[in-house]
């Protein structure tokens, strides 16, 4: 079993950064991709990024691209992602998920693991 946890949500103005963390515990990291999804009220989850387990791969929603970085630190067991030049519609929960493997996907349904999420709001 793998825990995540995620930290670093809050409230922004437009044009703000946050940084989100996601910790893990139970099993190293190191032997999962990961990726960060985004749900916002009454709509459907949605990927925004992803990293293979050795950082070589990432990839981006297109709604986040350029302003989101996704990272890892495996000998810390935590992801992170860099959220730049925030708009009103990044207003989300941000979750954190885990896949054992080293195929990096950006479907919510073929993660096995989740972080029960955190807040972002940014405001105009």
């Keep these: 079993q793998v825990q995540l946890v995620e930290f ?6 437009a044009g703000g950064s946050l940084r989100l963390s996601c910790a893990a515990s139970g099993r190293t990291l190191s032997r999962y991709a ?3 999804f985004r749900q916002a009220p009454g709509k ?3 990927f925004a990024a992803a990293i293979s ?6 990839y981006y929603a297109d709604s986040v691209k350029g302003r989101f970085t996704i990272s890892r630190d495996n000998a810390k067991n935590t992801v992170y992602l860099q959220m730049n030049s925030l ?6 929960v941000y979750y954190c998920a ?5 195929v990096v996907v950006t479907t919510a349904a ?4 989740w972080g029960q999420g955190t807040q ?4 105009s």
């Design 53 to 58: 387990w050795s950082s070589g791969s990432t």
């Design 98 to 102: 885990a896949r054992l493997g080293i």
């Design 8 to 13: 670093g949500g809050g409230l922004v103005q």
């Design 110 to 113: 073929d993660y096995d693991y």
């Design 87 to 92: 708009k009103p519609e990044d207003t989300a």
């Design 120 to 123: 972002v709001t940014v405001s």
């Design 44 to 46: 459907e989850r949605e």
């Design 34 to 36: 990961m990726g960060w």
